[in-house]
């Protein structure tokens, strides 16, 4: 299967600590990097990542609190500094759009590539970006100021030729993409080998869906169908509900009940309150409602 | 002595490396912190470093490339959120102001305490800041847009008063302040004690300067009298002096001269192009010129 993983560069919530910084994730698929969110300190953890800037051409920004985009004019302004001449694309909340442009025009006059600003309704559910490859989906969410998550949904990929069938048939390479997309293969004596005897079924199709800062949304689920591997929000444990209620955020357990409603394969929980010293309270009840939990780590690579 | 020491929080130059952070420096001076140039990550280096937000008061802003100033909005944000009330003191060119409190507007609603922005003429050398243990000084710099160091200079302290002279003449503690401000001490029987005996010699003055980003400037030495450690930086070797004068910025040979002209005590080199794997060869180069040179690298501490 290409690869299609989340590189976790920061999972703490808005009060770095020793342990995490604040938010930034990159999700890798086929080759392109995309980065959701970017918090201080974004650039530093992808060097240390060794993920290349160069591959990394979309900027997903969920929501307009420091701790989710800070990091994004240091990364605008290295990349000008190195030289970069492609399109880097920002995609979020209308309101960033003044913001960011002023900080540019001062502080990275002559940036030798444009930052393309799309804006994004972060009350929809719709596709706001598309190639080859995969779909991304803003996700609404509920927080104190607009705010989405997104779902980065795998296309579906060709049937795999049977490796043996080519070799037993002699099977000329003019006619294998022919296979792929369905077609039957016939044999010089006018024969035909049926599709499904070549092939063997394409690789399932993946997704990850994103969703920081929320409040808990017991309908979130129906947003999620297809989802593989889920990040929600777990900024509290059960002891601080109430702090969950008044600040829009989830308990691990709310993130649990949203995995186990989407009926997901894993879930990871970030965006842990510095007062949580050993999150592993976090992970232990969630688990108590959806087992395949994990905790997310700055440096971490999760296969979606 | 009174502490008085310079924390490296970051001395790389604009583009952050695996090895060095932005320029951010904190100094230390009888218990007050003063942050100077505040790169992207400098709340989270001082976090590492221990040291003490609510110490500090005063951050001086050398110039406004991103690479000095990144990180203020970041810092100003988690001091907000975790509550603090005390004023915060910026020093930086004008036209930070503006940026600045857009950017405060924007991401800090509900800032708890007030940031009060100290506009610094760049070109002019003087006072903008004094308290009863030191004064802070502008040094006008040559850089590609208006650009100043500062001087921090102690002020002189009391002489020291024998411990062995008042347990010899039995001088009662309510005189102590009078002697060590120079008065003589009659004994009981009328005789008269000198002051000199008395007393030794108060501390000799530390100063501290800070300069960076500039050009060689050999005439830079005579703001620099008393001072007795130098932070110069050394962006560049001889092998790239093209790129120090086409920039503005300086090589380690320079850096060195000042502080030979200077008649400093030591010299600390930083604001190293990444280009520099191993920063030595800066080292060697200014230590042909000026002996009582050092690198500086990220949580080094140093004593003025």
């Known amino acids: 299967m290409e690869p299609f993983r989340v590189h976790i560069l920061g999972c703490g919530s808005a009060l770095p600590t020793m342990k995490h910084l604040p938010t930034t994730q990159i999700v890798e698929c086929r080759g392109k990097l995309f980065m959701v969110d970017c918090g201080e300190g974004a650039q530093l953890q992808m060097r240390k990542s060794s993920l290349s800037f160069t591959k990394l051409g979309?900027?997903?920004?969920?929501?307009?609190?420091?701790?989710?985009?800070?990091?994004?004019?240091?990364?605008?302004?290295?990349?000008?500094?190195?030289?970069?001449?492609?399109?880097?694309?920002?995609?979020?909340?209308?309101?960033?759009?003044?913001?960011?442009?002023?900080?540019?025009?001062?502080?990275?006059?002559?940036?030798?590539?444009?930052?393309?600003?799309?804006?994004?309704?972060?009350?929809?559910?719709?596709?706001?970006?598309?190639?080859?490859?995969?779909?991304?989906?803003?996700?609404?969410?509920?927080?104190?100021?607009?705010?989405?998550?997104?779902?980065?949904?795998?296309?579906?990929?060709?049937?795999?030729?049977?490796?043996?069938?080519?070799?037993c048939y002699q099977i000329p390479v003019s006619q294998i993409n022919n296979i792929k997309n369905g077609q039957d293969y016939m044999l010089p004596d006018g024969s035909v080998i049926p599709n499904e005897r070549l092939v063997t079924p394409a690789d399932p199709t993946r997704a990850y869906a994103y969703c920081s800062d929320t409040k808990y949304m017991p309908d979130l689920h129906k947003l999620l169908k297809g989802v593989t591997t889920l990040y929600h929000e777990s900024t509290y444990g059960t002891d601080n509900l109430t702090m969950a209620e008044k600040y829009n955020h989830s308990t691990a357990?709310?993130?649990?009940?949203?995995?186990?409603?989407?009926?997901?394969?894993?879930?990871?929980?970030?965006?842990?309150?510095?007062?949580?010293?050993?999150?592993?309270?976090?992970?232990?009840?969630?688990?108590?409602?959806?087992?395949?939990?994990?905790?997310?780590?700055?440096?971490?690579?999760?296969?979606?």
Chains 1, 2 share one sequence.
């Open 58 to 167: 979309h900027v997903f920004i969920s929501h307009l609190h420091g701790d989710h985009c800070f990091g994004l004019i240091g990364m605008i302004s290295t990349f000008g500094l190195l030289g970069r001449t492609a399109t880097l694309n920002i995609y979020a909340p209308e309101a960033l759009n003044e913001m960011l442009s002023k900080q540019i025009s001062f502080f990275c006059r002559d940036l030798g590539y444009e930052v393309k600003f799309h804006a994004v309704d972060t009350y929809k559910n719709q596709i706001i970006y598309e190639d080859r490859s995969l779909t991304v989906e803003t996700i609404p969410l509920q927080h104190r100021l607009p705010c989405c998550g997104f779902l980065f949904r795998e296309k579906p990929t060709l049937p795999h030729i049977k490796r043996d069938m080519i070799d």
């Open 253 to 304: 357990q709310q993130a649990a009940m949203v995995a186990r409603d989407a009926k997901v394969k894993q879930l990871l929980l970030g965006h842990y309150s510095s007062r949580y010293t050993d999150e592993h309270v976090l992970l232990n009840e969630a688990r108590k409602i959806f087992k395949n939990t994990r905790l997310t780590n700055e440096m971490d690579i999760i296969d979606v």
